[in-house]
């Protein structure tokens, strides 16, 4: 398998069925982690210098924290259920999270310390629709450049089956804001029905970094750079979780030029 794919494993006492941390990732900024919760089981973290992004995927969840606690977190059944709730929770603090359901923790480094904890409600998620045609995708901005944050940019992103998401192929890996920005990034799959899968591209443009990958329901794939894209096959809904940090905390992407011009041609098509 590749080394970019990271896929679940039998959960811990505490829920955990997968984990990236930037030491088993080889970079410096993104953490992730998902837990699997039921009745008996409790996770309890401590952010130290890192900000967290609760991400209720699934389910409903309690946060009890050291910032305030927040009950009745999400609420959805699956990810195709309407959009996700979240919190924020700054450097410093320690949370707890117990509930029925999938929870995602979104990581990254937060020197100053100055924003504040707080629920991420659904209901203000301005939903987003992306592409024309194969190309058209769904994007709820969980914690983007419109909501605070000191590191972490956080979306997730429905694709219908048959379509392209993350197109045309793009890359954030050169600091040269506003232009591009450095961005980290994994992505986080679910699939509808859940046998299916998806196929994901990462290619850098000298060819050095070009892989092809076959992803399964809850597989995570690591972007530490290059162009990449990704694909549902006829018949399989895919969801995918993204995070991204960097040293600057702006969205900022540069196309594949080779595939550039399919931008003016979904224009030419409406």
């Not at 699997?36 to 309890?44: G, K, P, T």
Request: hydrophobic fraction near 35%; charged fraction near 25%; glycine fraction near 8%.
């Amino acid at each position: 398998m590749s080394e970019l794919i990271v896929s679940v494993t039998p959960a811990a006492p505490d829920g955990t069925i997968l984990q990236v941390t930037p030491q088993s990732a080889r970079w410096w900024y993104v953490g992730f982690e998902v837990l699997a919760l039921s009745e008996a089981v409790r996770a309890e973290r401590d952010c130290g210098g890192r900000e967290c992004c609760v991400v209720v995927v699934e389910g409903t969840a309690d946060i009890a924290s050291s910032q305030g606690s927040w009950t009745g977190v999400g609420g959805r059944r699956d990810p195709w259920s309407g959009p996700p709730e979240a919190v924020y929770l700054p450097p410093g603090s320690t949370f707890s999270v117990t509930g029925e359901g999938e929870v995602a923790l979104c990581w990254a480094p937060a020197p100053r310390g100055d924003v504040a904890a707080r629920r991420l409600p659904g209901e203000e998620i301005e939903v987003e629709t992306r592409g024309h045609g194969a190309l058209e995708r769904t994007v709820h901005p969980i914690l983007m450049g419109d909501r605070e944050a000191e590191s972490l940019l956080v979306c997730e992103v429905l694709t219908p089956a048959g379509h392209w998401s993350s197109y045309p192929p793009h890359k954030h890996d050169v600091d040269d804001p506003p232009r591009e920005t450095l961005l980290e990034e994994t992505y986080y799959h679910r699939l509808a029905p859940a046998q299916g899968f998806a196929l994901q591209r990462i290619y850098s443009q000298d060819r050095a970094l070009d892989e092809t990958l076959s992803v399964r329901n809850r597989d995570c794939v690591l972007v530490p750079r290059g162009y990449h894209t990704v694909s549902a096959p006829p018949g399989y809904e895919l969801y995918y979780l993204n995070v991204m940090a960097g040293p600057t905390r702006l969205w900022a992407v540069a196309n594949d030029p080779d595939h550039d011009w399919t931008l003016t041609a979904q224009e030419h098509e409406r």
